[in-house]
């Protein structure tokens, strides 16, 4: 079997180990194209070339780089026509030019195709994207989504083809891993991501606050919501006890997990948005490290029955899920068993890349 993967993301290094799983299984040809840059908010992140045993990564001419729903490979209908591949796997939402333009080129040498979804709430999007959106629908072979909404709203906009719930990449169980850690004084609580107001920090700002004893809060990420968390956070009277700090390497995450005794993510839906999955849950998870989480969007189910869930922005809930972990060590030490066998179970690169391979041979047979 031969497939091609169109994959932005797989610049990434630490992704990259999901290619290497999924060239181990069957008889497969696995390529790879990526570009040798890619440009975000995050500013520009070059190729990093990590772990490509067993596969070929190909780092193709990308045009508008840095235009999520712009940016095209315009060599990828060469390089088709020149592999001849069984499976084109399209690793973009459907109403971006790139999934559409791959989709068509594929379709030219009749190779099966599939697209990803990440998009959990139905948007409409202006010409052309919504012609783009159409085509993609009404052409393409299977869908992966990362969420069990996504495939709702793909539904509801056309697509009657085959779907299946994969997560867009799991995680490496042995870097993210339980390690072990010093006896602390302070129930230490762990929050990682975007300082934005969907994120529901301030939530858990005003649930932190109503905690006895001694406990301490790491908030870790950046956005423009920074300064009126601090503030609130000194309004509350607990500023000595919340500590802010900048993102962290990915390969030093493994080592702040596990300093934590519990991470929470109180995402709270918004008009445009809800959590589409929610990573830094699996990686605690591998950890060993309980998590809290709301219920918004997807949260729910990537949490199972591994953690405690709240409904969002119930801030006495989450203060009764803290206060719980915080004078159990017990159930704190039963749910991050829970957890890392939850992800060893669905959420590994390992099983990601067979859950994917079997919808190849769906897709061939």
Not at 338 to 362: P, S
Request: charged share 20%.
């Amino acid at each position: 079997m031969r497939v091609v993967m169109i994959s932005k993301a797989c610049v990434v290094g630490q992704y990259q180990t999901k290619l290497e799983e999924l060239a181990k299984l069957g008889e497969m040809e696995l390529t790879v194209v990526v570009p040798p840059v890619w440009r975000d908010e995050r500013g520009s992140l070059p190729l990093e070339r990590v772990h490509t045993q067993g596969y070929t990564l190909r780092a193709e001419p990308i045009r508008f780089n840095g235009q999520f729903h712009w940016h095209y490979y315009p060599t990828l209908a060469n390089i088709l026509r020149q592999l001849r591949p069984h499976v084109v796997h399209i690793d973009e939402e459907p109403y971006n030019l790139a999934t559409f333009l791959a989709l068509r080129a594929a379709q030219a040498i009749h190779a099966k195709t599939l697209f990803f979804a990440w998009q959990n709430l139905s948007r409409r999007y202006p010409p052309p994207f919504a012609w783009l959106e159409q085509f993609v629908l009404r052409r393409a072979d299977y869908a992966i989504v990362g969420n069990a909404d996504a495939e709702t709203v793909i539904r509801a906009k056309g697509y009657r083809g085959p779907a299946c719930v994969i997560p867009q990449f799991g995680v490496d169980p042995d870097t993210f891993a339980p390690r072990p850690r010093q006896p602390a004084a302070a129930f230490r609580i762990g929050y990682l991501g975007r300082l934005v107001a969907e994120k529901g920090v301030d939530g858990l700002l005003r649930a932190a606050a109503t905690l006895r004893g001694e406990w301490q809060l790491d908030v870790i990420g950046s956005g423009p919501a920074q300064a009126s968390l601090a503030q609130l956070a000194n309004e509350l009277g607990i500023a000595p006890r919340v500590h802010f700090a900048a993102w962290r390497p990915s390969g030093e995450m493994p080592a702040v997990y596990s300093q934590l005794d519990a991470l929470v993510v109180p995402s709270r839906t918004r008009p445009n948005w809800k959590e589409q999955f929610g990573r830094v849950l699996i990686e605690a998870m591998a950890c060993a490290v309980p998590v809290i989480g709301s219920d918004c969007g997807e949260i729910p189910n990537v949490i199972g029955d591994a953690g405690l869930v709240f409904p969002e922005n119930d801030i006495a809930a989450l203060g009764a899920h803290l206060a719980a972990l915080q004078n159990d060590p017990t159930q704190r030490a039963a749910l991050g068993a829970r957890g890392r066998a939850r992800v060893l179970a669905r959420f590994t690169q390992k099983r990601v890349a067979e859950a994917t391979y079997r919808v190849y041979c769906a897709l061939i047979n």
